[in-house]
């Protein structure tokens, strides 16, 4: 790995915590085409032919709640223990649960056993903490002339892995690949590779926590930060379209396959090859259009504008009636979506006192975990009247996003305040 020098500790410790990044998100992005699949495809499902395609869609919308309401709930806590006893032992074990994780689903759909499915993902997304632990470790070896530069390449891993991933996941999954090949492979290599992990950081990770913090741990915790987001007179605004902005992108994310799957047939390749595009795309705007951009303008100006063109492009997926149609407009996705989520949340850090970054972030991330489980539970019932309905709900909620921020935000003069702490 080119980027580290292995003299230093810090830079020792950089990467196992850019590998458990990348992992994390190659781990995310290789379930992508296989989820749907398994649920969803006639030919491949692991459904008896008798289950109807009406109950199929929702109880794999219950599947991919699981992950994001487990996580609201675990994240907070594994982040509490690890200021308590230290980032190693807490990350090495969310690791060890990532792994379980993975071989129980891989196992699930060998013995096509739906329990276990749902178990695994419980227990991953409940110990997949270990991306916000990971970055409060890069937090505590940084400085602030290393600090921009560490996160960045944290960026990095962010979207290596989630253009790989996808395509990972389709070639892997892919029986004219390999004959062995089938949709349990993805899995297996995901928790390979979470293995590997694992060993790197026994071999070279050294403590990052200097100073051991007595936070409180509770499985509560999730539902304070909501309660604590209400509270906050000056950011409950800005928060409430982090939720809307969340909401309206996953019911996006989370049941576009079926639409692929229902209306161009596409298999596990096909899936995986047009995320990992997607995932180019967004690369490139967040690497080559961002930066210029944020030199030039203020977050506020950039996310009316940003925010507004997701809530058009949306819809306009169910136009095409080719791939290729799809492929066009993919890019405009990228493009607005890959300056809302980073500027966004360099609006809510703006807001907030140099004191109070930490709390507020977990926040946020409790927000957006709620936000996450909610579209799933829904989008299976109405894409029982149209696969093509998520998008519209998507397009909906995104702009009532668009018109709270721009009502309160687009010529609001930026002030810090210090209410949270």
């Known amino acids: ?7 230093s500790t810090t830079d020792r410790s950089m990467v196992p915590l850019f590998l458990t990044v990348f992992i994390d998100l190659v781990g995310l992005g290789i379930a992508i085409p296989a989820l749907s699949i398994v649920f969803l495809d006639p030919n491949l499902s692991i459904f008896p032919a008798s289950v109807p395609p009406e109950i199929r869609k929702i109880l794999y919308g219950f599947l991919i709640a699981v992950f994001p309401l487990a996580q609201f709930f675990g994240a907070p806590l594994l982040g509490a223990l690890s200021d308590q006893r230290g980032r190693k032992p807490i990350l090495i074990l969310s690791l060890c649960g990532t792994v379980i994780g993975y071989i129980l689903f891989a196992l699930g759909i060998v013995y096509r056993n739906i329990p276990l499915l749902f178990l695994s993902r419980a227990l991953d997304g409940f110990t997949g903490g270990n991306i916000s632990i990971a970055i409060a470790s890069i937090a505590d070896i940084s400085d602030e002339k290393s600090r921009s530069r560490n996160f960045g390449l944290i960026g990095m891993a962010f979207g290596l892995g989630f253009i790989l991933g ?75 379209v982090i939720f809307l902005l969340t909401l ?17 047939h596409f298999n596990q390749v096909n899936i995986g090859e047009l995320f990992g595009f997607v995932g180019i795309c967004i690369a490139i705007v967040q690497g080559l259009v961002l ?28 136009v095409p009636d080719t791939p290729f149609g799809m492929y066009l407009l993919m890019p405009f996705i990228a493009l607005f979506q890959g300056l809302t ?12 006192g140099k004191e109070s970054q930490g709390e507020i972030m977990g926040i946020k991330q409790s927000i957006q975990s709620l936000a996450q489980a909610i579209p799933p539970l829904i989008a299976g019932f109405i894409s029982i009247i149209g696969s093509n309905l998520p998008m519209f709900l998507a397009s909906i909620v995104t702009f009532v996003a668009w018109g709270l921020f721009y009502a309160v935000f687009r010529h609001k003069p930026r002030e810090v305040f210090h209410e949270v702490g």
């Not at 990972?168 to 690949?177: I, N, Q, T």
């Not at 995901?190 to 990770?205: D, E």
């Not at 210029?292 to 507004?308: D, G, K, V």
Request: net charge positive; no cysteine; hydrophobic share 55%.
């Open 341 to 352: 989520e980073p500027t966004s949340t360099a609006v809510v850090s703006n807001m907030t």
């Open 1 to 7: 790995m080119f980027f580290f020098s292995r003299k």
């Open 248 to 264: 309206g992108f996953n019911f996006f994310t989370q049941f576009f396959n079926v639409y692929l799957i229902e209306r161009f």
């Open 166 to 240: 996808p395509y990972l996941g389709g070639k892997l999954a892919d029986p004219m690949v390999l004959p062995w090949f089938n949709l349990a492979t993805p899995f297996w290599f995901a928790a390979l590779l979470t293995s590997v992990n694992i060993l790197l950081f026994f071999w070279i990770f050294n403590e990052t926590l200097a100073k051991k913090i007595n936070t409180p741990v509770s499985l509560l915790t999730g539902f304070r930060n909501i309660h604590r987001a209400f509270d906050l007179k000056h950011m409950r605004t800005i928060l409430l």
């Open 291 to 318: 930066r210029p951009l944020s030199a030039r303008f203020s977050p506020e100006l950039i996310l009316s504008y940003s925010i507004f063109g997701l809530a058009i492009v949306l819809p306009l997926l169910v």
